[in-house]
């Protein structure tokens, strides 16, 4: 599924944000921002890291 999403597969990388939202809203808590803007940031994050880390 990374594999898809780093090709640009738009489900496959709905499916990975999905799969971290309970996480994404539980760290969330803990950023000292909006909580919207603590959640986008954090998925911006973790797009980021799939397309240009792994």
Known sequence: MVKKAQ???K???DKILELFTPDIDYLSR???L???DAIQTLKTELM???YFKL
């Open 7 to 9: 090709q640009g597969d």
């Open 11 to 13: 489900e496959a990388m």
């Open 30 to 32: 803990y950023i000292m």
């Open 34 to 36: 909006p909580r919207e």
């Open 48 to 50: 980021s890291i799939i």
